[in-house]
């Protein structure tokens, strides 16, 4: 069942949506060399809870965090840990907050210091490829034009490799709904869009092979070549003429860039959070 969400409805999935985006600011301003993944999903509990939010992760299916950190070869679905952030690493954080009876669900990749210039663009890219999906989420168009809009420009274009186990997804009262958003497919193919449809539209898009295999925790998604994978993700409504995504990356890039012109080290701890 898709569901087609009253534009009141909207507003309380954009203002959970923007709070994943309040938290991965957070999070942007929290990374340096160094700290433990733990650490960031720490922040990130109290952070969305001081904030009147549940996380959305939390006990899903039995997940035991709030957010899910994939570190360099890790795809999605990482747990975070005592491992240590180092400079060149690439860091996804996916994040889901849930208030007021919905959900916003929105992931980013954060590179840590001096990564590696094919890596670089390999962000550039997946990130770019989110709004190419987003603009293609408008009503009568078909999910498969989302799903053609990201292969054509991260695989066909850039020769990356396109995941094909994990999709994106409706998002709303429940944190997984109907449809499946693939980032791969055919224009044309697929569920027809109808204004007031919320996706989370979410590339996962390796440097090498789009093979992944799981670890034997049942959740940590890896690259079968052990390359490079990046995942970003708005929360987004099918709109007329085009697709609106809810969940903003603007504060996140400006942390960013904030704590990269600080030229200290990449990035800055953010003040000490009250737990
Ligand atoms: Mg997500
Ligand atoms: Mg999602």
Redesign the pocket.
């Known amino acids: 069942m898709i569901y087609i969400r009253s534009n009141e409805e909207i507003e309380i999935i954009r203002s959970s949506a923007l709070m994943v985006s309040a938290t991965l600011t957070e999070v942007a301003k929290f990374l340096k060399p160094g700290i433990t993944t733990l650490s960031i999903d720490k922040m990130a509990e109290t952070f969305i809870r001081d904030n009147g939010g549940i996380p959305s992760f939390k006990g899903y299916h039995g997940f035991p965090f709030s957010l899910c950190i994939s570190v360099n070869e890790v795809v999605v679905h990482g747990f975070p840990g005592a491992y240590e952030l180092k400079d060149g690493d690439i860091i996804s954080v ?1 994040c ?1 907050f849930y208030r007021d009876g919905y959900h916003g ?3 980013y990749t954060f590179a840590i210091g001096n990564v590696k210039s094919e890596v670089l663009k390999l962000l550039k890219v997946t990130k770019e490829s989110v709004y190419r999906g987003v603009a293609q989420a408008m009503e009568n168009n078909r999910v498969g034009d989302i799903s053609f809009a990201v292969e054509n420009f991260t695989a066909k274009e850039n020769g990356y490799g396109v995941v094909r186990e994990l999709v994106g997804h409706g998002v709303g009262r429940q944190l997984h709904e109907d449809p499946q958003v693939p980032n791969f497919g055919k224009r044309g193919d697929g569920k027809k869009l109808r204004s007031g449809m919320v996706l ?1 539209i ?1 590339p996962m898009i390796n440097l090498g092979t789009k093979d992944v295999y799981t670890l034997k925790d049942g959740w940590t998604v890896v690259t079968k070549d052990g390359k490079a994978s990046a995942h970003f ?1 708005h929360t987004t409504a099918v709109r007329k003429g085009n697709g609106e995504h809810l969940s903003s990356f603007a504060p996140i890039e400006a942390a960013e860039q904030v704590n990269s012109e600080l030229n200290v080290s990449y990035y800055v701890p953010a003040p000490a959070v009250a737990s």
């Open positions: 996916d889901g669900d929105s992931a989370a979410e993700e």
